[in-house]
């Protein structure tokens, strides 16, 4: 009898991720990130409610 040798093996455990502390810097980057984007969103909230921003381009005359 050849035992366990058929069939799928199970995978190893991932090593757990160490908690890593932030010192006041990474604290302080990582807040200022969130106000950047917390900005960006509100800001594309308020453009969506509008038309385009230039109606430029080439226009058409009424002539034919």
Known sequence: MAGREGGKRKPL?????QTKEMDEEE??????????QKKL?????????KGPLAAGGI???GKK
Do not use: I, N, V, Y
């Open 13 to 17: 455990k991932p090593p757990r991720k």
């Open 27 to 36: 604290k302080a980057f990582k807040q200022e990130q969130k106000e950047e």
């Open 41 to 49: 969103t509100e800001l594309k909230a308020k453009a969506a409610g």
């Open 59 to 61: 226009e058409k005359s």
